[in-house]
């Protein structure tokens, strides 16, 4: 079964969303039906894969079926067992330092953008100073010190760690 396809872990966070249980069936006059808060009512599966899913948490003591007698009704509800809510929980906090990390690299790519922005702007700046210098070797080593800079921005804007690794490796070598 490919990993798109596992439905445990759906099942897993709808019942931890609601709180570590859920009435999943109920018995109406003999015959069991699906609660209106059931699962298969949650997540977007076909119902045998859902069941699939609600067997292998049992069986993997995640999950556990409990019966609840009243006044002329019979309540089964799934509920998380201790271990059940510690990996609901994992997960649940695995999800948000995930959220946490795309939303850095987001604000890293932008830092970076406007970085390199800024340093277009000054090398820009600086070639209209060197054409102002009067000796053409001096507007010409300018122009390659601009040149060289251009081409090192880019490769750290492409992978700055990387690059910085490089640049250091390359130093330790030479020294």
Do not use: C
Request: without cysteine; glycine residues 4%; aromatic residues 8%.
């Amino acid at each position: 079964m490919d990993p798109e396809s596992r439905v445990w872990p759906d099942v897993l966070d709808v019942i931890y969303s609601n709180g570590g249980s859920i009435t999943h069936w109920i018995e109406v006059q003999g015959e069991w039906e699906y609660h209106d808060s059931a699962v298969i009512y949650r997540i977007d599966a076909e119902e045998d894969r859902i069941q699939d899913a609600i067997d292998l948490l049992m069986s993997s003591e995640l999950l556990k079926r409990v019966d609840q007698h009243g006044k002329g009704s019979h309540v089964r509800q799934l509920r998380l067992t201790k271990r059940g809510f510690e990996v609901a929980h994992e997960r649940e906090l695995m999800e948000k330092q995930q959220e946490t990390m795309e939303q850095q690299r987001e604000t890293n790519q932008n830092l970076a953008f406007f970085t390199l922005i800024l340093a277009f702007a000054a090398i820009i700046q600086t070639i209209a100073a060197a054409l102002q210098l009067d000796n053409p070797s001096n507007q010409l080593l300018l122009l390659l010190i601009i040149l060289v800079l251009t081409i090192a921005i880019a490769f750290y804007q492409s992978n700055p760690r990387e690059w910085l690794q490089h640049v250091a490796r390359s130093l330790r070598e030479k020294f």
